[in-house]
């Protein structure tokens, strides 16, 4: 079973920055995409940013130009450098990962979330 752990998570004030990172158990070579979603109070969980392992990238509206997603391949690690923050990003951040296993069927991996809040 793959093990995702989010950290970096904190408090910001408006305008400032904060990069997370999400460390898998397993070589990330095995994802098909890898990606951050986050769900703020009384909101669905949404998807922020994801990468394949085409390194094509796609991004929310709301967070283009301010988030970049990437991932260090040797340190099994995804992150997520969020710059410009506004106080709508205040959310638990999740990190995601998608297996496609040999008999066709997708498998998705959760971390258990780090919280971000965005407040002067």
């Known amino acids: 079973q793959v093990q995702l752990v989010e950290s970096g998570g904190g408090l910001v004030q408006p305008g400032g920055s904060l990069r997370l990172s999400c460390a898998a158990s397993?070589?990330?070579?095995?994802?098909?995409?890898v990606g951050w979603y986050r769900q703020a109070p009384g909101k669905q969980r949404e998807l922020v940013a994801s990468?394949?392992?085409?390194?094509?990238?796609n991004y929310a509206d709301s967070v283009k130009g301010r988030f970049t997603i990437s991932r260090d391949n040797a340190e099994n690690t995804v992150y997520l450098q969020m710059d410009q923050l506004k106080p709508e990003d205040t959310a638990v951040y999740y990190c995601n990962a998608a297996q496609r296993l040999w008999t066709g069927q997708i498998q998705a991996y959760w971390g258990q979330g780090t919280q971000v809040t965005v407040s002067s």
């Open positions: 990468m394949t392992s085409a390194d094509v990238r």
């Open positions: 397993a070589s990330i070579f095995i994802f098909y995409t």
